[in-house]
């Protein structure tokens, strides 16, 4: 993975638990293509899922990595 002059690697920064809960839980409201899913019970359950998929991770010692932020893009 380089930066975009190319050459010096970008270094992976540590996902916090809530972190990897949001984006966890954003994958279970919606579908592959980013849509909401239908139904109300969507949005309790993927919080609820996230929140235990998440400290799952954590209890099992797995670390999740992302990547730092893009620096805006000039207009």
Same mark, same amino acid.
């Given at each position: 993975?380089?930066?975009? /002059?190319?050459? !010096?690697?970008? =270094? ?5 638990? @809530? @972190?990897?809960? /949001? $984006?966890?839980?954003?994958? &279970?409201? *919606?579908? @592959?293509?980013?849509? =909401?899913? +239908?139904?109300?019970?969507? @949005? $309790?359950?993927?919080? %609820?899922?996230? /929140?235990? &998929?998440?400290?799952?991770? /954590? +209890?099992?010692?797995? $670390? $999740? %990595?992302?990547?730092?932020?893009? =620096?805006? *893009?000039? !207009?």
């Amino acid at each position: 993975m380089a930066d975009l /002059e190319g050459g !010096t690697p970008l =270094p992976l920064v540590p996902a916090t638990g @809530e @972190e990897v809960a /949001e $984006v966890l839980a954003y994958a &279970l409201r *919606h579908d @592959e293509r980013g849509k =909401p899913r +239908r139904g109300a019970a969507w @949005e $309790v359950a993927a919080a %609820v899922l996230a /929140e235990q &998929l998440a400290a799952h991770l /954590e +209890r099992a010692n797995m $670390v $999740v %990595v992302k990547k730092p932020p893009r =620096p805006p *893009h000039s !207009t």
